[in-house]
Structure formats: structure tokens, C-alpha cells
């Protein structure tokens, strides 16, 4: 969807939880892929494969310049053959750890074996986020969750739509506030260790 589409989608959703909800959840899967220089791996369940998102996604590491945000597809069924970027099974989220997140896209609940492997990955120190539709279980596993359910005013489409667009949006600068004690207390260290000041 072109920004032109997403500006539209989030005008007609002002007043609304969803932008800033989308914003939210697109700054935790940024926030947790960009520091570590990668490592998104997008699973759906059985019957859905977030195909859509992960080629929005695609776009918008290009446009962003953040190919951080460029995800692996894992898919449950590979057929023999296929190009390399949809011949990424289940097994690589049993291979899933530490600086690496797995986005769970879920419109319903995951099977017992999807399930399994993402508490594994979650385990071996992988961050999990999930796009679903309030499963408790799924919700008990992931990091960040955005449940969008039956009863909501937009279907997960919708919201796929405006977290990858969020998520490639420059975010603005953190407001300036009061720092923490370690701000304060690593420049004291600065200043002490520094060289005196020449005279003049």
C-alpha cells in the first residue's frame, strides 16, 4: 500500500485506537530488529501465510533504508523446488535465539506444534511478537502482542497495512526530559577522566 493509501487509511481511522496502536507495535518490532541488525523471522499458522505483510515489510526496509526490517517468510509447507526466499521451513524457528524476533501473524489460534517451536525460540532468547486475535496462549508467549478480533472495526489486513507502514516511518526524536542516573553519573566519569583544560 503506498503512503498516499496509508495516509487516507489513517485518516478515516482518527479517533480510533489503531494508528497509534499500529505505531506502537511497529516501534517494538523496529526497536527489536534494528539493534541487532536483523534477524525477522514472520510465521502464520497452518492456513495463513503472511505472504502480504512480508512483502510490505520488503518495501518498506527499501524505502526506510532499514534492510533490518526485511523478513524471512517461514513457511509450514515448502514445496520441492522453490526459490530460496520460500524454501524457509518451520525448522529454522527451532534454530531461532538470542537477537533474533519472530513476528507471529495469527488470525486464529496457532496449532499445538507452531506453538511449541515459538516457546522454544522464546526460550533460547528470540523476541516474539504476534499479530492475532487475542489467543491467551499466543499472548502468553509474545513480548508485544496487537490483537485485532472479530468484534473490531478493522480486520488484520488492515492493521498488517499500517504496522509495516509504521514501521518503516522515521520515528521522531525521544523527547528530552530529565536523564537517568546512569546519563548523569557515566558524563561525571567522562568529565573526570578527561584530560585538564589547557590554560590560556
Known sequence: MDA???ALLREVLTGTEWPAAARRFAGALR????????????????????WHLAAHLVDESTWSGLPELTPTLVRHRVEPGAPAHLAVGLCRIEAAGRGETLLLVAPERPGAGLL?????????????????DGDPEVRGLAHETLAVTGSD????????????????E????APRGRRRFRD???RLADQLMAPPPARW
Open 4 to 6: 498516499v493509501r496509508v
Open 31 to 50: 526497536s527489536s530488529v534494528v539493534p541487532h541488525g536483523g534477524g525477522l523471522l514472520l510465521v502464520g499458522t497452518a492456513v495463513y501465510e503472511p
Open 116 to 132: 511449541e517451536r515459538v516457546h522454544d525460540a522464546r526460550r533460547a532468547g528470540a523476541t516474539v511478537l504476534s499479530l492475532d
Open 153 to 168: 472495526d478493522v480486520d488484520l489486513d488492515t492493521v498488517q497495512h499500517l504496522v509495516s507502514a509504521a514501521a518503516g
Open 170 to 173: 522515521n520515528s521522531a526524536p
Open 184 to 186: 548523569r553519573l557515566s
